[in-house]
């Protein structure tokens, strides 16, 4: 018989990397509707304030930790933070991170040094800060990452940041086994093209959502021929995934790497005609 409370969160306490917003925001709020404690660590100070209020409007403690994730010992110290808050540290979701568009071969060092900093030390040093606090719990623990199908394919414009994602696939893999002992489940998710702040144009400041740049009408109509889904992604779809991976319900699942991408993946580079058939460009 399903266990329909195994969903339950209560008890467990989480942090979020990159949380004030966007992908990182909707994880932590379900998180949080689930019954977890949660940490929230992001660079802008009012997402913090913000995330975590919300958070305690469910009716559980929260923790707002203004830190930028580019810098090791800040995503260190979040994790030490958070653990020290709440006693313990059930969950880890690395979900810091973020690209500029540019051709590799206009990148300086110093702009794939931002780059990897961001997207892979940021979950390196997390995830390593992480793990002692969850084997000294006992109970083990859940690492949630945050990659993107990037990560699987290529990605003109996006080089560096892709070949980070594709480095946590592999990491969220090895650690799923090297783990699994200490009853620490890694999963990842890997998002397309989701609708937040940071795509509509909203980078920093309060998450208002009267302010993004909605999509014109061209640029809807590529999202509906290139997603089978048809649409973007929702934030808070990525959210209610973190919350199945880090509950009871995915007790056997670890080193998976789970799209929610509305089927971007799976298609393969076939797209929609203009009469709405699948086809292959450059039939398109």
Request: proline fraction near 5%.
């Amino acid at each position: 018989m399903m266990d329909t409370g195994s969903l339950s969160l209560a008890g467990r306490a989480a942090l979020v990397t990159g949380g004030g917003g966007g992908i990182g925001r909707a994880i932590a709020l379900c998180l949080a509707a689930h019954g977890a404690d949660v940490a929230v660590m992001d660079i802008v100070p009012e997402r913090c304030t913000e995330t975590a209020a919300r958070i305690e409007a469910y009716g559980r403690n929260a923790l707002g930790i203004p830190a930028n994730a580019m810098e090791a010992e800040a995503c260190a110290g979040a994790v030490s933070v958070a653990a020290a808050a709440f006693g313990k540290l059930d969950i880890l979701v690395n979900n810091a991170g973020g690209v500029t568009r540019r051709d590799f071969a206009a990148l300086t060092e110093k702009n794939w040094r931002r780059h990897i900093d961001l997207n892979l030390v940021s979950n390196l040093a997390a995830t390593s800060a992480a793990i002692p606090h969850m084997i000294a719990g006992g109970s083990g623990g859940a690492i949630i990452n945050v990659t993107s199908i990037e990560a699987s394919r290529a990605a003109p414009g996006y080089a560096v940041y892709a070949a980070c994602k594709a480095g946590i696939n592999n990491l969220t893999r090895t650690l799923g086994v090297e783990l699994a002992d200490h009853g620490i489940r890694v999963n990842a998710i890997a998002p397309d093209f989701t609708r937040t702040p940071g795509t509509s144009g909203n980078v920093t400041g309060p998450v208002d959502e009267a302010s993004w740049h909605q999509p014109s009408p061209a640029q809807a109509e590529a999202i509906r021929r290139r997603i089978p889904a048809g649409r973007p992604g929702i934030d808070a779809e990525c959210g209610h995934l973190a919350v199945f991976l880090a509950s009871g319900m995915a007790s056997y699942i670890t080193g998976a790497i789970v799209p929610v991408d509305g089927g971007t993946w799976a298609s393969g580079g076939w797209v929609r005609s203009s009469e709405g058939t699948w086809i292959l460009p450059p039939e398109a």
